[in-house]
């Protein structure tokens, strides 16, 4: 079955340093992927989604991600962080069977020191 | 365009209570998920439906769960009796149809907590 893995909980930033956020997803053909962000109290939002085609995919503010069949990854990326990035960030992938649901990561709480 | 809504968004109740949560997904959207986020851990799919048929809930508890979504439109979801472990924030998300290639949109969510 389809599943993606978060590794790291939590992650501190200093504000201005680049941030690398990693997700390893376990599918045997090419998977449909996604970044979501949550800020406290809030719902998920996407930042970017990966279907096909290149492999570098750029999302909303300011964010990119990697997909590495090699690796069986599809890393976030930013170069540069901003205090408004600290939220917790998911990965996910869709479920089996062409419904639409959503299979997400545990999440990694992205924390911004000043 | 609006975007889903939910309510309450904030809920205490003391274990072996009732509750019930309410979603008004965004118009048009014929597919509608809820979801369980429990602290720590990524959202889980409790049910999905498609109009107002179940495509799954599989991971429904039923005993206590139960959720409906009468003329396709709105949804409430219901925890009889709540348990200790439901404690969680409760997520809404609608998408325009079921499958690849249709975003899900997500709610604010309500948060529940049970002494």
């Known amino acids: 079955a389809q599943s993606v893995t978060q590794p790291d909980i939590h992650i501190t930033v200093s504000e201005g340093a680049s941030l690398e956020l990693r997700c390893n997803y376990s599918y045997g053909a090419t998977p449909y992927l996604f970044w979501y962000v949550q800020s406290p109290g809030q719902g998920l939002q996407l930042l970017l989604k990966?279907?096909?085609?290149?492999?570098l995919v750029q999302g909303i503010k300011g964010f990119e991600a990697e997909f590495k069949r090699s690796q069986s990854s599809f890393n976030l990326r930013k170069p540069s962080v901003h205090w408004s990035d600290a939220a917790e960030y998911f990965c996910a992938t869709y479920g089996s069977g062409n419904t639409g649901k959503l299979i997400f990561g545990q999440g990694t709480t992205l924390q911004v020191k000043p | 365009e609006a975007g889903v809504a939910q309510s309450p968004r904030y809920k205490i109740i003391e274990k072996r209570q009732s509750v019930a949560f309410w979603c008004n997904p965004i118009s048009g959207h014929a597919t509608l998920y809820w979801y369980q986020q429990i602290l720590g851990q990524g959202p889980k799919l409790l049910i999905q439906?498609?109009?107002?048929?179940?495509?799954?809930d599989s991971q429904l508890p039923k005993d206590r769960f139960s959720a409906e979504r009468l003329k396709g439109v709105d949804s409430t979801l219901k925890i009889q009796p709540a348990k200790l472990e439901d404690s969680a924030v409760y997520l809404c998300?609608?998408?325009?149809?079921?499958?690849?290639?249709?975003?899900?949109?997500f709610g604010n969510g309500t948060r529940l907590t049970v002494t």
């Open positions: 998300a609608s998408s325009f149809i079921k499958g690849y290639n249709s975003p899900l949109h």
């Open positions: 990966y279907f096909s085609g290149d492999t």
């Open positions: 439906f498609q109009n107002n048929g179940v495509v799954d």
